[in-house]
């Protein structure tokens, strides 16, 4: 599988640590259309695009 830079990005680590933070609140934002993390979650298994989907609230590409 592809690796991916959304994999080990840092604004997504300030996410996981404190979702209402402003970095975090900012790349939750920033996902809705970036490209990178479109490729990153298109290409993951349903079952892991699932767990995706519940942890950062991402309606997206269903």
Not at 12 to 35: E, M, Q, T, V
Request: aromatic letters at 22%.
């Amino acid at each position: 599988m592809a690796q991916y830079p959304c994999e080990n990005c840092k604004l997504r680590a300030y996410y996981d640590k404190a979702p209402k933070s402003f970095l975090g609140r900012f790349w939750r934002w920033h996902i809705n259309f970036c490209p990178g993390f479109k490729a990153y979650f298109t290409h993951q298994d349903e079952e892991t695009k699932a767990v995706l989907r519940e942890r950062y609230q991402f309606e997206k590409y269903k």
